[in-house]
């Protein structure tokens, strides 16, 4: 590993989406007919609190959710490809306008209603909220913007707003001297403020390299960790003492294959490798990553078998199973859990539990026998959670949602955020099919394109 200051090279190429997603990219997708079926409670405790859909005629989706210190809320959603006379509305009335290259920050109460918005400049590619219930997003402008601040190149920024969604201070990550082709995926935030993003730089010889950004409550730049291999930085959680974990994957290039591994880097609060461990497969991605007490869960999938703790796992849907494994603060493999297709985020709580967003095919076994969902797809939801000390199931939410035929929902980005204290959750995405999310049936999104949605669940 190398621990540098720049990187070189031209900018990444990404969609609106988000960037790969791992073996779910290329996975079939069958045509099927429209399914309703009703969402799944297979053990206690998971039940929907309240839900929020932003919807209109364009194409919206979430760039991550994050709860405060009270329970509340924020997401950043993306707004798209409507006229700037049509309206994005939630369950409250009009939210947003659709302006190209905007984006929508929420907030939201412990009861779903909504306490403030703002409707800004730009594109979201990350949020998070520290321990003052401040928010941080992160993402990219492509006309130059000024937030309050003063004016920003076009670019990559950051920007920090109060808890009620007043304007603190925003950054160019030119100006910080990280490249503008930064592609950002996730960001958290340490006990102190310090606020750490991962995503992938570009670079002139291996083309994608995983990198991880900190920087000061105030925003000034800290470090820039910089990996010297190919691959990408998808995921960063931050720990009590200060040390922050990225995940992601690496390609390796044997003989003509290309496999893909699955990583998990513990730096400490300078920025130093206190150790890495890769999952044993040829083929797999991680996606998310949280840590409390002494234990660190990384999330994604595995399209080739997958060994654990001198086990073997083998991938037994269509294409990909989903996986959460845990390591102990020192890097040591503790249990794995295999379930569904692929496993999109993971958020933990005081109170030992970890909860997993991700998608499940029909019939896929999440714990508690089959789980219904659309058959032929692998766009059903699936909210699990489980013991965070020995991977032991509490409770399993399936969600049927069906897609139109040859539409690629692979890169459709999905949240979990939870309350430290109360256990509580809330998961943000986008839907592009009516959906039963627990709530009672919602139908398809204005225009056939995707609505977003914002969910709260018991602990």
């Not at 105030?218 to 931050?238: I, K, M, P, T």
């Not at 040390?243 to 513990?266: A, C, E, I, K, W």
Request: charged share 20%; aromatic share 8%.
């Amino acid at each position: 590993m190398a621990l540098v200051l720049a990187a070189c090279g031209g900018p990444v190429e990404q969609g609106d989406e988000g960037d790969w997603e791992g073996p779910s990219e290329t996975a079939p997708l069958t045509p099927v007919e429209p399914m309703r079926a009703q969402a799944q409670a297979t053990t206690a405790g998971g039940a929907s609190r309240w839900l929020q859909s932003m919807k209109g005629v364009g194409k919206e989706f979430m760039a991550g959710v994050g709860l405060d210190s009270e329970g509340n809320a924020v997401v950043a959603l993306n707004v798209a490809e409507g006229a700037p006379s049509d309206s994005l509305t939630d369950g409250e009335g009009a939210l947003a306008s659709y302006l190209p290259d905007t984006f929508v920050v929420s907030k939201y109460g412990a009861s779903g209603e909504r306490l403030w918005s703002l409707h800004l400049p730009g594109f979201a590619e990350a949020l998070t909220v520290d321990s003052q219930s401040r928010v941080l997003i992160a993402g990219r402008n492509p006309a130059g913007v000024d937030y309050g601040g003063g004016p920003l190149p076009a670019g990559r920024f950051i920007l920090k707003l109060d808890r009620d969604g007043g304007f603190l201070w925003a950054s160019g990550l030119e100006a910080l001297g990280v490249s503008s082709g930064f592609v950002i995926q996730r960001m958290d935030a340490d006990r102190w403020g310090n606020v750490a993003v991962a995503g992938t730089l570009p670079d002139l010889v291996l083309r994608d390299v995983p990198a991880l950004l900190k920087l000061g409550p105030d925003g000034d730049f800290l470090w820039l960790h910089v990996d010297n291999r190919e691959g990408r930085g998808r995921s960063v959680a931050a720990d009590n003492e200060g040390n922050f974990y990225l995940t992601g994957f690496h390609f390796v290039r044997v003989r003509s294959d290309l496999h893909f591994l699955p990583y998990l880097l513990r730096l400490d609060a300078a920025g130093n490798t206190v150790w890495e461990r890769t999952l044993d497969t040829d083929y797999g991605n991680a996606s998310g990553v949280a840590v409390h007490g002494n234990r660190v869960l990384m999330t994604g999938d595995f399209l080739k078998p997958l060994t654990f703790k001198g086990q073997r796992y083998t991938a037994k849907g269509s294409w990909s199973d989903a996986y959460v494994a845990a390591f102990d603060r020192d890097g040591n493999e503790r249990w794995v859990r295999v379930l569904g297709f692929s496993g999109l985020d993971v958020s933990m709580d005081y109170d030992d539990g970890a909860v997993v967003v991700g998608r499940y095919e029909d019939g896929d076994d999440l714990g508690t026998g089959p789980m219904a969902g659309v058959p032929g797809v692998q766009s059903n939801l699936f909210v699990v959670k489980l013991d965070r000390v020995d991977g032991a199931l509490r409770w399993v939410r399936g969600f049927a949602m069906n897609h139109p035929a040859g539409t690629d929902v692979s890169g459709d980005r999905y949240f979990v955020s939870s309350h430290a204290t109360t256990g509580m959750c809330a998961v943000a995405g986008s839907r592009i099919a009516a959906a039963d999310l627990g709530m009672g049936m919602m139908p398809s999104p204005m225009g056939g394109r995707r609505d977003a949605f914002l969910e709260g669940f018991d602990p």
